[in-house]
T-cell receptor, first 115, second 114 residues
C-alpha cells in the first residue's frame, strides 16, 4: 500500500529564514509520481510541483526548491528567504503511474511565517 | 480559463438527511476526483470519474456515491448523514486520468452535520 508521511505537524519561523518541509513515502510501484500542494486559509489546494520516479534531478523555482532522493524515499521541499505569504498548510502526495487518478496525501505541515 | 468550481460553498445539515455537492471541472478536463478532508483523517480519496464512469473508489461506505455527466460535471451524494461526515469536500479535475497529471482543485464545499 502507498503511504506518505510528513512528520512535521507544525513549523513556525521568522520571516527571511529558510525552512525545509520533510516528506517520506512508501510504495511498491517502480513508477510513481510525487507532488507538493499548498493549502492557504481559503482552502483551495494549489499545485506546486510534480516529480516522476525516474527523475531525481533537484528542481528550483524562485525561492522554492525540491530535493528528491529515491534511496531514502524522500521528497523534501525548501523555501528560501521565507515570506509571510508562504504561511499555509503544505501537503506531499503520491500517485501511481498508470490509470488511477488517486492521490495519497501526507498529513500536511502547517507552516507559519512570523514577521 | 476558469478554475474548478464547487457549489455550494457551505452547507449545514442535520443527521439523517442527505446532501448533494456539485463540481464543474476546468473546461476540457474530463477526469474528476473527490476528496474528503477532516482534521482527524486528513485528505482522503473518495472516488474518481472519467467518461461518466466511476473508475476508482476509496474506502468509504456505500452512503457516499457520485456520478459524472456527459459535460464532465460531477456530483457527489451522501445519504443518511452522520456527524462524522462533517468535512471539507474537495473536487479536483485533470485532463485525463493518469497518475502523472496534476490535479487542479476547487475551493471545496464545507459540510457541517448537526
Amino acid at each position: 500500500a502507498q503511504k506518505v508521511t510528513q512528520a512535521q505537524t507544525e513549523i513556525s519561523v521568522v520571516e527571511k529564514e529558510d525552512v525545509t518541509l520533510d516528506c517520506v513515502y512508501e510504495t511498491r510501484d517502480t513508477t510513481y509520481y510525487l507532488f507538493w500542494y499548498k493549502q492557504p486559509p481559503s482552502g483551495e489546494l494549489v499545485f506546486l510541483i510534480r516529480r516522476n520516479s525516474f527523475d531525481e534531478q533537484n528542481e528550483i523555482s524562485g525561492r522554492y526548491s525540491w530535493n528528491f532522493q529515491k534511496s531514502t524515499s524522500s521528497f523534501n521541499f525548501t523555501i528560501t528567504a521565507s515570506q509571510v505569504v508562504d504561511s499555509a498548510v503544505y501537503f506531499c502526495a503520491l500517485s501511481e503511474a498508470q490509470g488511477a487518478q488517486k492521490l495519497v496525501f501526507g498529513q500536511g505541515t502547517r507552516l507559519t511565517i512570523n514577521p | 480559463k476558469a478554475g474548478v468550481t464547487q457549489t455550494p460553498r457551505y452547507l449545514i445539515k442535520t443527521r439523517g438527511q442527505q446532501v448533494t455537492l456539485s463540481c464543474s471541472p476546468i473546461s476540457g478536463h474530463r477526469s474528476v476526483s473527490w476528496y474528503q478532508q477532516t482534521p482527524g483523517q486528513g485528505l482522503q480519496f473518495l472516488f474518481e470519474y472519467f467518461s461518466e464512469t466511476q473508475r476508482n473508489k476509496g474506502n468509504f461506505p456505500g452512503r457516499f456515491s457520485g456520478r459524472q455527466f456527459s459535460n464532465s460535471r460531477s456530483e457527489m451524494n451522501v445519504s443518511t448523514l452522520e456527524l462524522g461526515d462533517s468535512a471539507l469536500y474537495l473536487c479536483a479535475s485533470s485532463l485525463v486520468p493518469s497518475g502523472k497529471n496534476e490535479q487542479f482543485f476547487g475551493p471545496g464545499t464545507r459540510l457541517t452535520v448537526l
